[in-house]
């Protein structure tokens, strides 16, 4: 109950593409869900988050769309461009504990030029 | 600038020894946590820690043990007990308590055993 699983493992898009990548979660206490993105090398970085009372959230090129009902949410990523070439994971956590994430298992993404 | 330093960026472990990672931060963060990241497996968590003098066990533990003598530091050692310790690990914070829960993560480190 405490998973949340992501798919795809990796994903080739081409540039100016739209890449998506999907998440389900059965533990309905989780009440935040953000996404990380990971180069290599590197830490994973907060790339956007969103909390179940919405439906979709939008920061630039990336968008959240999220279905409570469904226990699902996905990434949106619209025109890809090849810097967006990187690992996202998703992720859960419940409010009011201990903050702990359950992460996905990660999504490699290549957007070719 | 504010942050999580982790060091070394690269560390070799010979069988059967204890080797330690360091993870600092000038966030002013209560919560820090140690992930372990393998290949196509995502980030599980060893351990957690939400304020000093106080840590708990993640989902993989075994063959881990940290401290938390100091807000600032939270180091991660990996004993001869853990039989796979090679991986990238990842060490995070948050401030306890905040309205979103987003992670500052460091930029890793990465065990080899030899």
């Known amino acids: 109950q405490q998973q949340v699983k992501q798919s795809p493992q990796s994903l080739i898009v081409q540039k100016g593409g739209i890449s998506i990548i999907n998440c389900a979660y059965e533990n309905t206490a989780f009440d935040y869900f953000p996404w990380y993105q990971q180069f290599p090398g590197k830490g994973p970085a907060l790339l956007i988050a969103?909390?179940?009372?919405?439906s979709e959230k939008k920061e630039g090129r990336f968008t959240i769309s999220f279905n409570k009902s469904a226990k699902q949410f996905s990434l949106h990523i619209m025109d890809s461009q090849p810097g967006d070439s990187a690992t996202y994971f998703c992720?859960?956590?419940?409010?009011?504990?201990?903050?702990?994430?359950?992460f996905g298992q990660g999504t490699t993404l290549q957007v070719k030029p | 600038d504010g942050g999580i330093t982790q060091s070394p960026k690269y560390l070799f472990r010979k069988e059967g020894q204890n080797v330690t990672l360091s993870c600092e931060q000038n966030?002013?963060?209560?919560?820090m946590y140690w992930y372990r990241q393998d290949p196509g497996q995502g980030l599980r968590l060893i351990y957690y820690?939400?304020?000093?003098?106080?840590?708990q066990k993640g989902d993989i533990a075994e063959g881990y043990s940290v401290s938390r003598e100091k807000k600032e530091s939270f180091p991660l050692t990996v004993t001869s007990a853990q039989k796979n310790p090679t991986a990238f690990y990842l060490c995070a914070s948050r401030e306890q308590g905040a309205v979103n829960y987003g992670y500052t993560f460091g930029s890793g480190t990465r065990l080899t055993v030899v």
């Open positions: 992720a859960a956590s419940i409010a009011g504990n201990t903050g702990k994430l359950i």
């Open positions: 966030l002013n963060h209560d919560a």
């Open positions: 969103i909390r179940p009372d919405v």
């Open positions: 820690s939400q304020i000093v003098n106080d840590f």
